[in-house]
């Protein structure tokens, strides 16, 4: 079903918008001249947003959010209540990257991840389902990760932050169906975003094979962000875009033992190392 003929009053919020796949989805919805809150933390890049998406024929509006505090979510809804009367799509799309070998990853660095990727997740969630229920339809977006999927080495944290918002993804689809409310989660790979900004790991290896994965990267976060959109009209739940992601999803879900042994075995030959150009010998 055409989007705009679910949601007529064209609602939506959308985490980390600043910036990234967030403003790529919020330019997108700003072209079918939906009304898009950008709920980040820093005011300047929401202000950014929000001119970006007037200029596009959306109606924006900044709210500053920070997704570590389950209040800035409850004050977004009573603030979205007040100036469109409901919202009709929550996005949570805020996130943070992390990566090294499982037993170096500081806790601290744990705690910060878990923050932002996973229980962010679960405030927004939490403070929107009400006033879904309530208005009797809604959509919920959540951005994980192919990681969550593949649940590559030396990316411990952020594997199992996106691997939680999958399962937390998969509950909810069905707990919400009842109340015609979607869900729908979604695992790109890597595309070019700014994810490494605040990227962070206790060895350099691993910020060097991420900037790689990157540099490579032929997707762009426009390309992820229709994607997103198109797969939401259809009410779809795994939104996976780039082929390679798609495959491993496939692979994983098929042969388990085999894509463990083969993933093993190219670790152990240092093969991705070769691949990026990052080996030594």
């Known amino acids: 079903m055409n989007i705009e003929k679910r949601f007529p009053k064209k609602r939506v ?26 709920a980040d933390i820093n005011g300047e890049r929401s202000r950014e947003t929000v001119a970006m998406i007037d200029k596009e024929g959306g109606a924006g509006l900044a709210i500053r959010c920070d997704v ?15 100036e469109w009367n409901g919202v009709d799509i929550l996005v949570n799309n805020a996130g943070v990257a992390a990566a090294g070998y499982f037993e170096k990853i500081p806790l601290e660095t744990w705690e910060w991840i878990l923050d932002i990727n996973l229980k962010s997740i679960i405030y927004g969630c939490r403070a929107f389902i009400p006033l879904f229920k309530e208005q009797g339809r809604g959509h ?27 399962s937390a993804s998969e ?3 069905t707990e919400l169906a009842p109340f015609d409310i979607g869900v729908t989660v979604v695992c790109p790979t890597f595309f070019k975003t700014n994810l490494m900004d605040q990227f962070s790991s206790p060895d350099e290896r691993q910020r060097m094979l991420a900037e790689k994965f990157f540099e ?8 992820v962000a229709r994607h997103v959109i198109k797969c939401m009209e259809k009410n779809r739940f795994r939104v996976i875009t780039q ?27 240092g093969i991705l190392d070769k691949y990026l150009g990052l080996d030594q010998n």
Do not use: Q
């Open 243 to 269: 082929a390679d992601g798609r495959f491993v999803w496939w692979a994983k879900r098929h042969f388990p033992e085999a894509y463990f042994k083969i993933a093993s075995y190219i670790y152990r030959k």
């Open 171 to 173: 509950t909810i689809r």
């Open 216 to 223: 490579r990267s032929k997707t762009s976060a426009e390309t």
């Open 140 to 166: 919920i977006v959540n951005v994980a990760s192919n990681a969550g999927i593949a649940c590559l080495p030396e990316m411990g944290c952020y594997n199992v932050t996106k691997a939680a918002v999958i």
């Open 68 to 82: 570590t505090d389950p209040d800035d979510f409850i004050k977004a809804v009573a603030l979205l209540n007040k």
């Open 13 to 38: 919020v959308i985490t980390g918008a600043g910036s990234g796949l967030g403003r790529a989805l919020a330019l997108e919805f700003a072209k079918k001249t939906w009304n898009i809150a950008v």
